[in-house]
């Protein structure tokens, strides 16, 4: 009982502050374009989202020294095989949190944001900043073998969603300022701003329009610069300048991207695979967070490499520093402890452990063709790099994202037709073998068809009031014919809104009707006339294609458009065809 009523001061509390935030949005646009507001809130979701990557990171690190520093320093009684116990107790309180406070947050966290901008007009829940923050952190700090972009991407994608639902903005810029959080992690945690961008569009929203790229870059822009400030101004990934060889050795990266493409359907496969077989028990959830968390912490006893994040092991991969069998080996089982992890409860990203499994494929390649071909003036790490790419490129179906964000890492441009070469042919591959990414294929599990979600009508997507027209002609109601084609004549306008001799707005007649009354020598009849007998009424928060099928139901070519029942505008067919041409 006190927990209901807890619950509900909190939505009281939360409703009451969005109800006074809610005026500051209608003011605010009242004083600014439009799109200078819009940039204005991605600012403030760009500087939120690099803090939150530095304070993220900074709370992995922390969770990370209590389990490997002061966890081991507590059980060096046990002599060495202490590690085992830091991915059990780590992934039970892990999935204790989820289950209990935002399910949400559970897995990998892309897919949650790619439905909620697809699904339910960009909205998150608040509380998963915080659930999704202290669950990943946990997670990866006790060993727990997946990434921290993932979530990152979720906590600024809440934030966003959080920012826009507090000033109420419409869905199709609570979308944008979701993606604008997802850009904004991505961006900070691997100093990657176009990165960032990529990410954000490709993946979260699956569309390149132009429109939301201003907001994205800018919020991509000052994330990274916090980014830089707290975490240093270098890549996650200090490559060195890479040889790429001779076109004519250039096949080698066709072999690459192959091998990257296959490698990410398996990816994707394994991942699945194994939590169907988690998902078919029916042990408690503690049950397969004991059982997930003894099989990483068995790995991870002789291969400790599997631990977290990993990018020290990556480093090595990618200056081709590790063996032949320490990189095939360790292909192996970052693929099994990421899938485990994830299955068992876990709460990470994917990402991270594909760029790690693309980087020992590749750094394997590598190893091979050099001492196959010693001469043929192509640095090994080269591959690793190649393939890092090209496994992202194929498992998450995001050719773009990898070619940019491994090219901005490295800032090295001889590698660009190489890496465009893997990654496009790896995601070709993976497309082939699978209709999903490693994204959407937990969406479609689920029921949720996320390629036909992304592109439903698209007047879905505009609400009436912002496609009302903002300058128009007005006519008043007692005006005569004559005198109201006098106002025509001295415009380019082909309707006029009407109002009558209070200044309330009834309705709207076009140029053709008041040429046509003229020519009928209706000179001195009031233009009120011209207007029908019933003038149908929209709310201006429906959308326009509910404003399209109600004037194809009721036969008319506007619909008044009102705010509370007050009058405000007049939307006409002409207007809806505007709207929908402006989204392309």
Wanted: proline share 5%.
């Amino acid at each position: 009982m006190e927990k209901e009523r807890s619950s509900g001061v909190v939505i009281s509390s939360w409703g009451n502050l969005r109800h006074r935030a809610g005026s500051f949005h209608p003011w605010l646009i009242q004083v600014l374009p439009e799109p200078i507001v819009l940039l204005l809130y991605a600012v403030i979701i760009g500087t939120v989202g690099g803090y939150g990557a530095v304070g993220f990171r900074m709370l992995i690190d922390g969770f990370t020294r209590l389990f490997f520093e002061d966890g081991r320093r507590w059980l060096a009684w046990l002599g060495g095989p202490e590690v085992f116990f830091f991915p059990v107790i780590g992934l039970v309180f892990v999935s204790a949190i989820v289950k209990f406070f935002a399910p949400e947050a559970k897995g990998h966290g892309v897919p949650e944001v790619m439905a909620a901008i697809a699904e339910r007009g960009g909205k998150i829940r608040p509380r998963v900043v915080l659930v999704k923050a202290v669950a990943s952190a946990l997670c990866i700090g006790s060993g727990g073998s997946v990434g921290r972009e993932g979530p990152i991407v979720q906590i600024g994608s809440a934030f966003g969603s959080t920012f826009g639902q507090l000033l109420g903005l419409p869905e199709r810029y609570l979308r944008l300022l979701v993606a604008c959080g997802a850009g904004a992690g991505i961006a900070a945690t691997f100093n990657a701003p176009v990165g960032g961008v990529m990410f954000a569009t490709e993946v979260i929203l699956g569309s390149f329009a132009l429109q939301n790229f201003a907001a994205i870059v800018i919020a991509s822009v000052v994330s990274a610069a916090i980014g830089r400030t707290y975490l240093g101004d270098h890549p996650s990934f200090p490559m060195p300048l890479y040889q790429v060889g001779h076109f004519s050795v250039y096949w080698v990266y066709v072999i690459i991207g192959l091998l990257a493409g296959f490698w990410g359907y398996a990816y994707i496969r394994v991942l699945y695979r194994i939590e169907d077989w988690f998902d078919d028990r029916s042990w408690p959830f503690w049950g397969k967070a004991l059982v997930g968390g003894a099989l990483i912490g068995a790995i991870g006893i002789r291969f400790p490499q599997i631990f977290g994040v990993g990018y020290e092991w990556v480093n090595l991969a990618l200056t081709d520093q590790l063996p032949l069998h320490l990189l095939l080996i360790l292909l192996i089982l970052k693929l099994l402890a990421t899938s485990i992890t994830i299955a068992a409860g876990g709460s990470g990203g994917v990402f991270s452990p594909g760029l790690y499994q693309g980087a020992m494929l590749g750094g394997a390649a590598g190893v091979l063709f050099s001492a196959l071909f010693p001469n043929s003036g192509i640095s090994p790490g080269a591959l690793a790099a190649m393939a890092m790419a090209g496994v992202f490129a194929g498992s998450a179906r995001a050719p773009v994202t990898a070619i940019m964000m491994l090219f901005e890492m490295t800032g090295d441009y001889n590698l660009i037709l190489p890496l465009m070469i893997s990654s496009v042919l790896a995601a070709t591959i993976t497309g082939l073998l699978s209709r999903e990414s490693i994204y959407t294929l937990k969406l479609v599990r689920r029921g949720l068809d996320i390629m036909r979600l992304r592109h439903p009508d698209r007047l879905k997507a505009v609400c009436v009031g912002e496609a009302l027209p903002q300058n128009h002609l007005t006519l008043p109601g007692d005006l005569t014919i004559a005198e109201a084609w006098e106002q025509f004549a001295g415009s380019r306008e082909w309707f006029a809104w009407v109002r009558d001799a209070s200044g309330s707005l009834i309705g709207s007649v076009a140029r053709a009707q008041v040429l046509e009354a003229l020519n009928q020598r209706r000179f001195l009849e009031p233009v009120v006339v011209l207007l029908p007998k019933t003038v149908h009424r929209i709310d201006e928060q429906e959308t326009l294609a509910a404003a399209a099928t109600k004037m194809k139901a009721l036969g008319v070519t506007y619909l008044l458009v009102c705010r509370r029942d007050e009058p405000v505008g007049v939307i006409g067919s002409s207007d809806i065809v505007r709207a929908y041409r402006s989204l392309d």
